[in-house]
C-alpha cells in the first residue's frame, strides 16, 4: 500500500511538471527521465508482487499438507516463519498424502525435473554450461524351458545334457546418465548394466560408456563402448524389439556384439545414413585388455536407407506402434571383418555374448571341436547382411539375411577344414489390433550351415496398459530345432529342440 501511495505522489509531481514545463524544450529530457524511473519502479512492483504470491502458494501448501488452520492453529509460527523465508527459495517438509481435496492445480505445483519422450529419461539438470539426464530400463522375465528334450546330439554324434529352466528372473537393469557438457556437440553416455541371470560370471555388471562430438550432421564421431552395427538390430534398434531383449536365431548366431573402438556415424542426406566403426574385437564384454590380440583389425559399417518418409519411427525399430499413415520404408546393408583368437572370447553366461560357432552350436576355439586332437587358435571372420521393412497404419514386415565366411584358420594339431560358410534368413511381422494398446507378431528364422540347419519360429503377444511404447507386459511362445546359440539372458538354450515359453514386464524411461 505504501508503495502504491509513492507511485501516486510520484505521478501526480509528474503531471504538475509536464504542465509547468511543457513548453520548455529543455525540460524534455528531465521529464523523460522520470518517466522512464516511475517505469522501472512500476516493473519492481510487479516483480515483487509475483515473489509474494509465489511465497503465498508455498505457504497454503504448507498448511494444507499439515492440515493447519492458520486462524485458529497457534503452531503455525513454530512450524514455519513465513517473515523468514527468502522469497527466491522454497521450504522443504516431509511429504505427506494430499488428499483431493487439498491438492494444487498443475499450474501452481512446482515439479524437479522432467520426462523426455521416447525414453530419454528425465532431465535432472539443464544449464548453459551442459545437461544431465538420466534414465533406466529393466524388465522381469517368467521362463519355462522344461517341455525341450533332455539332451542333445552334435554334428559328431557326441551327446549333451540340457539344464533346463523355469523360474523367475529379474533379468537385466540398465541406468544411464547422458546429456552433453561445455559444448552441446560433446555429449556423454555413462551406463551400469547387469546380467542378474549371470551372477558370478566376470561380465554380470557392466560399468561403461562412451563419448561423442557433433562436427556436422555427416560427421559425429565417438569414442568408448558401443555396438559394431553388423546388422539391423545392432543399429540404435534396441530396445524397440518385437520380443524382449531377444532376436531370431539367425540374428543371435550371425551378429557381432558390443566392444571399445572409434566410430562416425551421421546423416548423409534426408534419407541415408551410415555408421562406420573400428573397434578391439566382436564382443569385449567380460573380456580383460590383456586377453586381446593387439591387433585392432575389427571393423563394421552399415549403410541404411528410408526412402518414403525419411524416417523410421523410435530408433528406426521393430512393430508400428505409431500406425503411419504414409508408408514407411527400411532398407539396410552391414558389413562386418573382425581377426579373432581364441584367448579374446567372452564366457559363454558373459552379457552380450557373442562367440564364432559351428552351425550346431560348438564353439570354434575350443579344444577338439571338430571332434579331432586340434584345435583353432586364430581366424577371420566375414560377415554380411541386407534387410529391407515396411510400416503402414499399425503393420509391420520386416526380413533379413545374412551370410558368414570364417577363414584363415592358424591351427593347433588336426582340423579336417580349412574354412566355413553359412547363411540365414529372418522374418518378422506384426501387427497393432488395438492402437497403442495390443500387438501380436511372429517371427521365424533359418541357418543354413556346414554342420546342422537349425530354425526357430515364436508368436507372441504385447500389451501395452499405459498406452506407452516403452512399458508393456509381453508373452511369447518360441520353438527352437538344434539351436545353436544360448546363453543364460536370453530364452534360447544351446541345442534346444522343442517348445519354449517367457513372458516378461518390462519398463523403459
Not at 68 to 90: F, K, Q, R
Not at 275 to 302: E, P, Y
Not at 410 to 428: A, F, H, R, W
Request: charged share 20%.
Amino acid at each position: 500500500m505504501t508503495l502504491q501511495i509513492r507511485f501516486g505522489q510520484l505521478s501526480c509531481i509528474c503531471s504538475l511538471l509536464a504542465i509547468y514545463c511543457g513548453p520548455l524544450n529543455a525540460a524534455t529530457a528531465t521529464e523523460q527521465a522520470i518517466l522512464d524511473r516511475l517505469n522501472a519502479l512500476e516493473e519492481n512492483q510487479r516483480h515483487l508482487e509475483s515473489k509474494l504470491a509465489a511465497r503465498d502458494r508455498r505457504i497454503r501448501e504448507l498448511e494444507q499438507r499439515l492440515d493447519i488452520d492458520p486462524e485458529t492453529d497457534a503452531t503455525v509460527d513454530h512450524v514455519i516463519a513465513p517473515t523468514t523465508v527468502p522469497l527466491n527459495e522454497s521450504v522443504a517438509i516431509a511429504p505427506t498424502p494430499a488428499t483431493p481435496a487439498t491438492q494444487d492445480s498443475d499450474e501452481d505445483r512446482d515439479y524437479f525435473g522432467r520426462l523426455r519422450t521416447g525414453g530419454g529419461g528425465f532431465t535432472l539438470a539443464d544449464t548453459p554450461m551442459g545437461t544431465v539426464n538420466f534414465g533406466a530400463w529393466a524388465y522381469t522375465r517368467y521362463l519355462n524351458q522344461r517341455a525341450l528334450d533332455s539332451s542333445y546330439t552334435d554334428s559328431f554324434g557326441r551327446e549333451f545334457s540340457l539344464d533346463r529352466r523355469n523360474d523367475f528372473q529379474f533379468n537385466k537393469v540398465n541406468l544411464t546418465f547422458n546429456g552433453w557438457v561445455y559444448d552441446p556437440d560433446f555429449r556423454y553416455l555413462l551406463y551400469t548394466w547387469t546380467s542378474n541371470t549371470s551372477q558370478g560370471e566376470s561380465a554380470q555388471v557392466v560399468v561403461a560408456g562412451n563419448f561423442k562430438y557433433r562436427i556436422n550432421k555427416a560427421l559425429d564421431i565417438g569414442i568408448g563402448i558401443d555396438a559394431l552395427p553388423g546388422t539391423r538390430s545392432m543399429y540404435g534398434t534396441f530396445p524397440f524389439f518385437n520380443k524382449v531383449d531377444n532376436r531370431t536365431m539367425a540374428d543371435e548366431f550371425f551378429r557381432p556384439s558390443y566392444t571399445t573402438g572409434i566410430w562416425s556415424a551421421g546423416a548423409l542426406s534426408d534419407t541415408l545414413s551410415y555408421k562406420l566403426m573400428l573397434g578391439n574385437n566382436l564382443s569385449q564384454l567380460g573380456v580383460n585388455a590383456t586377453r586381446l590380440d593387439g591387433s585392432l583389425d575389427t571393423w563394421s559399417g552399415r549403410l541404411q536407407w528410408q526412402p518414403t518418409t525419411g524416417e523410421f519411427g523410435p530408433g528406426s525399430g521393430y512393430g508400428d506402434f505409431e500406425e503411419h499413415q504414409e508408408l514407411a520404408t527400411n532398407f539396410g546393408v552391414s558389413a562386418t571383418y573382425s581377426v579373432e583368437d581364441r584367448q579374446s572370447q567372452p564366457g559363454t553366461d558373459d552379457i552380450m555374448n557373442s562367440q564364432i560357432r559351428l552351425s550346431d552350436g560348438t564353439r570354434l576355439f575350443i579344444p577338439g571341436a571338430f571332434d579331432t586332437d586340434g584345435r583353432v587358435d586364430r581366424a577371420t571372420y566375414n560377415m554380411v547382411s541386407a534387410d529391407a521393412a515396411m510400416k503402414y497404419q499399425g503393420f509391420s514386415l520386416s526380413t533379413a539375411a545374412y551370410w558368414r565366411w570364417v577363414e584363415d584358420f592358424k591351427i593347433d594339431g588336426d582340423v579336417p577344414v580349412d574354412d566355413l560358410y553359412d547363411y540365414g534368413v529372418e522374418l518378422q511381422s506384426s501387427y497393432m489390433f488395438l492402437p497403442r494398446t495390443l500387438q501380436g507378431y511372429i517371427a521365424a528364422s533359418k541357418i543354413y550351415g556346414e554342420y546342422g540347419n537349425p530354425w526357430d519360429t515364436s508368436i507372441g503377444v504385447n500389451w501395452f496398459p499405459m498406452h506407452q511404447r516403452l512399458l508393456r507386459i509381453n508373452a511369447e511362445l518360441l520353438y527352437t530345432s538344434d539351436s545353436p546359440v544360448g546363453y543364460s539372458s536370453i530364452p534360447y538354450l544351446l541345442g534346444g529342440d522343442g517348445p519354449i515359453f517367457n513372458t516378461n514386464l518390462e519398463m523403459k524411461f
